[in-house]
């Protein structure tokens, strides 16, 4: 069954810093990779998502995320952070058949002013 | 358009009430699913729905869960008998058939806390 491994339960980054979230997927081929985002209180809300073509994908809110096969990695790149990106980041991954999402168990940001 | 809404947002009970939380996903959206949120296990898919038609239920955990989708506006959770332990947070979410499997519209969530 498919895996999908977040390393960081928590990340603190200072204001305008760079964020590189991490996530690790385990499957055989090629699976439709997501990440999301959930303010506190909130819903998760999508971010951006992969499934084919260019590596570097973008998404809303000035993040970015690389698939790398060779390292089965799909890593959330921001290049300068803003207090409100404070929030948990999930990714998730999709294999065909079963309409079944696999979320990672999440990494909690903070933001320091 | 409107997102998926859920209600209530919040709801506390006693060990042993009914409990139905409820959700109208996106209009014109094909699939409806229930998740649950907990520290200890994460996100975790219950049951998805597909035009109304419940798809797979081998997330629910026991058969105090149960679900139903009368129509493509509407569905409902229900757990008869509650327990402390199905202190949650339940997200509702919807997609397109059309649309990227895996791109999923949540609502905000409907936190259960029984006492």
């Known amino acids: 069954a498919q895996s999908v491994t977040q390393p960081d339960i928590h990340i603190t980054v200072s204001e305008g810093a760079s964020l590189e979230l991490r996530c690790n997927y385990s499957y055989g081929a090629t699976p439709y990779l997501f990440w999301y985002v959930q303010s506190p209180g909130q819903g998760l809300q999508l971010l951006l998502k992969y499934f084919s073509g260019d590596t570097l994908v973008q998404g809303i809110k000035g993040f970015e995320a690389e698939f790398k096969r060779s390292q089965s990695s799909f890593n959330l790149r921001k290049p300068s952070v803003h207090w409100s990106d404070a929030a948990e980041y999930f990714c998730a991954v999709y294999v065909g058949g079963g309409n079944k999402l696999t979320f990672g168990t999440g990494t909690q940001l903070k933001v320091e002013l | 358009d409107a997102g998926v809404i859920q209600s209530p947002r919040h709801e506390v009970t006693e060990m042993g009430q009914e409990v139905t939380l409820r959700c109208k996903p996106i209009?014109?959206?094909?699939?409806l699913f229930w998740y649950r949120q907990t520290m200890m296990r994460g996100l975790e898919l219950l049951i998805y729905?597909?035009?109304?038609?419940?798809?797979?239920d081998s997330g629910m955990p026991e058969d105090r869960f149960s679900a139903k989708m009368p129509n493509a506006s509407f569905s409902t959770l229900k757990i008869q008998p509650s327990e402390p332990r199905d202190s949650a947070v339940y997200f509702c979410?919807?997609?397109?058939?059309?649309?990227?499997?895996?791109?999923?519209?949540f609502g905000e969530g409907s936190r259960l806390t029984v006492l």
């Open positions: 979410a919807s997609r397109r058939l059309a649309g990227v499997p895996g791109e999923l519209f």
């Open positions: 209009s014109g959206h094909d699939y």
């Open positions: 729905f597909n035009n109304n038609v419940p798809i797979d």
